[in-house]
């Protein structure tokens, strides 16, 4: 992302109200991994590695909507 780095967006992302809670998963080269523990700073859920695999970015993705919609019916209770 041009002008962007993805510690900037996630910056952006935990100071918009409605998304301090707002999970994120950072996509890194393998190369980079040695900086991932700075994501913690932006409550990173995950990280994945390039070359991509889509089934397991499928299976965290859905992993986090599992459990919104789990908190959502305690919620609800």
Request: aromatic share 8%; charged share 25%; proline share 5%.
């Amino acid at each position: 992302m041009p002008g962007l780095s993805g510690f900037n967006l996630a910056s952006l992302i935990r100071e918009a109200e409605g998304h301090e809670k707002t999970p994120i998963i950072f996509i890194t080269s393998e190369g980079t991994l040695d900086s991932m523990p700075a994501a913690t700073d932006f409550r990173a859920y995950d990280f994945i590695t390039i070359p991509l695999d889509e089934a397991i970015l499928r299976e965290k993705v859905a992993m986090q909507l599992r459990g919104y919609m789990i908190r959502r019916d305690i919620r609800a209770h």
